[in-house]
C-alpha cells in the first residue's frame, strides 16, 4: 500500500496500474510504458492542436504531374498499408487503370512497431515491412500477437526494413511517415505522398501504360466533383472521423461529430437521386468516400465514437457501398483484416490491449439495386 501510495504522488496514470494488478490482470501497462504509448504519436498523423482538436500535417512531397519523359515502365514503385483508406485508394487506381505491370508494390504490416529498434532512445512506432509467414508482431505495449499474412509484401524497391528508413533515403528524417508513397526508384527519392496527388498521376501520366482505358477524372465533371470534395466529402467526412476519434476535448470532438454525420446526411439524400456522387459516372470522389464508408461501422463507431448512427442506418449510402464494392478492383484493395488490425492495435493510448472487435460491419455482398439508377 505504501509503494501504491507513491506511485499515485508520483504519477497520475499510477492509479490504473494499481487497479490494473488488484483484478488480476498481468501488470503489463505500467508508468515505465508511457514513453510508448506518447511514442506512438511522434512523428504520425495522430497530434492535435493546443485546442484538442485533431490537425493532419500536411504532406511533404507532392506534385501534381510527372513529364512525359520520365513515365516508364518499371521505374516507380507504391508503397502502401491495406489498412489506410488514403493508400487504399491509391491502390484502387492501380487496379482499375491496370498498372500493375508498370509499378510495382510493397504493403506494410498493419500493426506500428518500433521503426528503430536497436536504438534503445528512439521511440518512434510506425509502419514496417514484413514477409508473409514472418513471426507475428504484439502491440507497442507487448499486448496480442498479430500474423504477417499473404497481403504482406517486402520492400523490393529499396530493400528498407521500415517506411522511415524510405523517407530518410528520401531526405525526410522528421516525419510524418506516412502512406502511401509513390517512389522513384532511378532518382531514389519520394515522388509525392499525398493520396490526392498519387490518385491524379496514376490516371493522367501512366494512362499510355495502362491496361485498362479509364478516366476517373472526367472534366466535364471537375468542379463539380471538387467543391464537394472540399467541402463536404474530405473535412467532414474522410478526415471527420479521424478529428473525431483523434479528438483531445469534448468540444472538438462534439464539433466534428457534428459535421460528419450531417455531411453524411446530405449523402444520403444526393445518394437517393443518383448512383454516384458524380452521377451515373464512378470517379476519383467515389474511390476516397468508398473506403471511409467500408471501415465506417466494423472500426469507426467504436474506435473512434462516431455512433451518432451506423452505415447501415443509411440506406442509400450503404447500397451505394456494396454498389462499389462489386468493382473488382474496389473488392480487391478492400482489406478489413489489416484495417481493424492497424487501428484496433497500433495506437495504446486509445486501445491498450489490442482488443479487435469481431464485427466486419454489414454484408458487402448482399445485392444493392442500384444498377439501374
Not at 270 to 294: A, N, S
Not at 319 to 331: F, G, L, Q, S
Request: charged share 25%; glycine share 4%; net charge neutral.
Amino acid at each position: 500500500r505504501e509503494r501504491e501510495r507513491e506511485r499515485e504522488q508520483q504519477s497520475g496514470t499510477s492509479i490504473t496500474v494499481v487497479f490494473l494488478i488488484r483484478v488480476g490482470v498481468q501488470p503489463r501497462f505500467t508508468p515505465e510504458l508511457l514513453p510508448v504509448l506518447n511514442s506512438t504519436r511522434m512523428a504520425t498523423n495522430t497530434a492535435s492542436a493546443a485546442d484538442g482538436s485533431y490537425k493532419r500535417k500536411d504532406s511533404k512531397f507532392r506534385v501534381s504531374s510527372l513529364p512525359a519523359s520520365e513515365i516508364e515502365a518499371g521505374r516507380y514503385h507504391l508503397h502502401v498499408s491495406r489498412a489506410c483508406p488514403w493508400a487504399s485508394g491509391a491502390l484502387s487506381m492501380l487496379y482499375i487503370k491496370g498498372l500493375e505491370h508498370a509499378i510495382s508494390l510493397s504493403a506494410v504490416h498493419p500493426t506500428w512497431q518500433k521503426t528503430k529498434p536497436d536504438d534503445p532512445n528512439d521511440q518512434h512506432y510506425g509502419w514496417v515491412f514484413k514477409s508473409p509467414g514472418d513471426p507475428p508482431f504484439a502491440n507497442p505495449t507487448g499486448h496480442g500477437s498479430f500474423e504477417s499474412d499473404e497481403d504482406c509484401i517486402p520492400d523490393t524497391a529499396t530493400k528498407c526494413k521500415t517506411l522511415r528508413e524510405v523517407y530518410e533515403l528520401a531526405g525526410d528524417t522528421t516525419g510524418p511517415f506516412t502512406t502511401p508513397v509513390l517512389f522513384d526508384k532511378k532518382t531514389n527519392t519520394i515522388v509525392s505522398n499525398e493520396s490526392m496527388d498519387i490518385l491524379r498521376i496514376l490516371n493522367d501520366d501512366f494512362a499510355l501504360l495502362a491496361t485498362h482505358d479509364i478516366n476517373l477524372f472526367p472534366e466535364d465533371k471537375a468542379e463539380e466533383l471538387a467543391k464537394l470534395n472540399s467541402e463536404m466529402v474530405y473535412p467532414s467526412v474522410n478526415n471527420g472521423v479521424y478529428r473525431s476519434g483523434f479528438a483531445k476535448t469534448q468540444q472538438a470532438y462534439d464539433s466534428a461529430v457534428k459535421a460528419l454525420f450531417e455531411s453524411l446526411e446530405v449523402l444520403e439524400v444526393l445518394l437517393e437521386k443518383q448512383r454516384f456522387l458524380g452521377g451515373d459516372t464512378f470517379t476519383w470522389l467515389d474511390i476516397r468516400l468508398y473506403h471511409t464508408l467500408v471501415r465506417f461501422d466494423p472500426i469507426y463507431i467504436t474506435y473512434f465514437k462516431t455512433n451518432a448512427k451506423r452505415l447501415v442506418d443509411y440506406p442509400n449510402l450503404l447500397a451505394y457501398t456494396r454498389d462499389v464494392y462489386t468493382i473488382e478492383a474496389m473488392k480487391r484493395s478492400t482489406n478489413l483484416k489489416h484495417a481493424k488490425t492497424h487501428y484496433f492495435t497500433s495506437h495504446p493510448h486509445l486501445n491498450v490491449f489490442a482488443i479487435i472487435p469481431v464485427s466486419n460491419g454489414p454484408d458487402l455482398t448482399v445485392a444493392h439495386g442500384r444498377s439501374k439508377m
